[in-house]
């Protein structure tokens, strides 16, 4: 009983610091139960380098293989063990380890972003830099403890000086995101960013007013907001994806703050 009285405390007060950062006042109508780069060693850019050739094809699940919990886990694991040693594009090239995903694979919301920045291609895990903690406030807003969500990207490799991924580099890593989507079978994906929504196919190369609508991934509804790390330049903007991610709740039924 503390445990939930403390959880629940816990969500209201992430609730009102994300409502206090967006400059707004709010509590959840209904609580929600507990479910900067800086200088860079990195190498030089590899703009000018040929493509490299085809990828081999990623090893398939079995026909009709969903969703029991040790399946997903083991898809994932082979997933992740993959990617830890691949060299289907460039990217390989310049990073210190593959960066597969972090959270739960059991959760019904899964967040896509672009690329591995300089923290994560050092600690071998997605956003936890400026972008990923203001990521988990509001990902905590929505009544979704940090690790409640599952977070991954477009390419499992650092770019070189944090530049978007090129369509091949996207190209070459899809296999990977699309394994991890097929295993994970999220209710909802929220795509951070343009590059995120362009390969989810949500918005065409050079489309405007992507941002705040609803599309589809294999079945499964794809919400496209700005990237967290717009955000921290942009913050003028947060309230707009947090419109996007109410929008979200709503699509899972779930309690809206
Ligand atoms: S970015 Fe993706 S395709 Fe390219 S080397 Fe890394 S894991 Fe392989």
Redesign the pocket.
């Known amino acids: 009983m503390s445990d939930e009285r403390d959880a629940l405390v816990q969500a209201a007060r992430e609730l009102v610091a994300w409502e206090e950062e967006i400059g707004g006042i709010g509590f959840p109508a209904v609580a929600v139960p507990a479910r900067a780069p800086s200088a860079d060693p990195l190498r030089q850019p590899v703009h000018d380098e040929p493509p490299p050739p085809a990828?081999e094809p990623l090893p398939k699940p079995a026909a009709g293989a969903a969703a029991a919990p040790q399946d997903r886990a083991k898809r994932l694991r082979v997933l992740q063990e993959?990617?830890a040693g691949?060299?289907?594009?460039?990217?390989?090239a310049g990073?210190t380890r593959?960066v597969f995903a972090r959270g739960n694979p059991e959760t019904d919301l899964v967040f896509v972003g672009e690329?591995p920045g300089y923290h994560e291609d050092q600690q071998g895990l997605p956003f936890v830099g400026n972008a990923g903690a203001l990521l988990d406030r509001m990902v905590k807003a929505m009544g979704y403890p940090r690790d409640g969500v599952y977070i991954c990207n477009v390419?499992?490799?650092r770019p070189p000086e944090n530049r978007t991924?090129k369509p091949d580099?996207a190209g070459?890593?899809k296999?990977?995101l699309s394994g991890q989507l097929e295993a994970v079978r999220p209710k909802v994906i929220v795509a951070l960013g343009r590059c995120a929504a362009e390969n989810l196919g949500q918005v065409d190369p050079g489309g405007r007013g992507w941002r705040g609508r609803w599309g589809e991934y294999e079945g499964v509804p794809v919400m496209s907001t700005y990237h967290p790390a717009f955000l921290l330049r942009s913050p003028q903007f947060k309230r707009q994806v947090w419109d996007d991610l109410k929008d979200v709740l709503r699509k899972l039924d779930k309690p809206v703050p």
Request: charged share 25%; net charge positive; glycine share 4%.
């Open positions: 990828p993959e990617a691949c060299t289907r594009c460039r990217l390989a990073r593959s690329g390419v499992k490799c991924p580099e070459a890593c296999p990977f």
